[in-house]
């Protein structure tokens, strides 16, 4: 499964940005995606996932970022919004086949290349 997120970029802190993910897989709507970032100097961490159409976000998000999928698209979104500085990181998109673990990084086999947000004060 090949991974392809865009849509990252620089945005006044308050602002929007929209990211995507496609997926190179004809079984995209069996894996479990998920939205993972890195800040500089910081550990990777859990964002948002969707798990039986249920959607699951990390608490300093949560009300701001709102994530989607598409099967017919086989493509992820992630709708970020009231952006702060601290949301500043690598966004990556990732899939997995473990919905039980679905909020830890090493349950997902497979990543997509990693998109950068900036978020200016």
């Known amino acids: 499964v090949q991974l392809q997120a865009s849509g990252g970029g620089l945005v006044q802190a308050g602002g929007s940005l929209g990211l995507s993910c496609v997926a190179s897989?004809?079984?995209?709507?069996?894996?479990?995606m998920g939205w993972f970032r890195q800040a500089p100097g910081k550990e990777r961490e859990f964002v948002a996932t969707?798990?039986?159409?249920?959607?699951y976000y990390q608490s300093s998000v949560e009300g701001r970022f709102f994530m989607s999928r598409d099967n017919a698209k086989n493509t992820v979104y992630l709708q970020m919004n009231s952006l702060e500085p601290e949301d500043t990181a690598v966004y990556y998109c990732?899939?997995?086949?473990?919905?039980?673990?679905?909020?830890?990084?090493?349950?997902?086999?497979?990543w997509g290349q990693g998109t950068l947000v900036t978020v200016s004060s």
């Open positions: 897989t004809e079984r995209f709507s069996w894996y479990i």
């Open positions: 969707i798990i039986g159409g249920r959607t």
């Open positions: 990732a899939a997995s086949d473990v919905p039980q673990r679905a909020w830890y990084a090493d349950a997902y086999d497979y």
